[in-house]
């Protein structure tokens, strides 16, 4: 699995704003990363699919905030990265983006994980 690093994440928030720099806490952003491969006690992923994994993210930057600014756009923009970087294509998903927006700024992982699966063009793409 392809992971974003902490400098991808900071570099989505700069490109959205336009901005050249931006304050933020890099410690946040470690720590959401790290918490996205953290195993339970038998080894085993707790967020095991790139889907869950990436709506976690978006909803983690977004309750946060590491940045001074964008922080949701940040969050939906990292989610969306994180699924292409692993090869899964979203479709037909700008019509529902606000949706999807609304859900990472609840905090509602689950429900923002099954938006992101309704909207893969494979969704078997999901299996790892």
Sequence with gaps: MKKLSVDQI????????????EKYDPSIIENILQDLYRKDNQGFYIYRDTATKAAKLACEISSNKPFDSANNRTAVLSAF????????????????????????????????CSWLKDHYIDRYAIIE
């Design 10 to 21: 900071v570099e989505i928030n700069l490109k959205i704003q336009n901005k050249k720099s």
């Design 81 to 112: 990265i994180l699924m292409r970087a692993n090869g899964i294509t979203l479709q037909n998903y700008m019509d529902g983006i606000k949706e999807f927006l609304c859900l990472v700024k609840d905090n509602k992982v689950d429900i923002a």
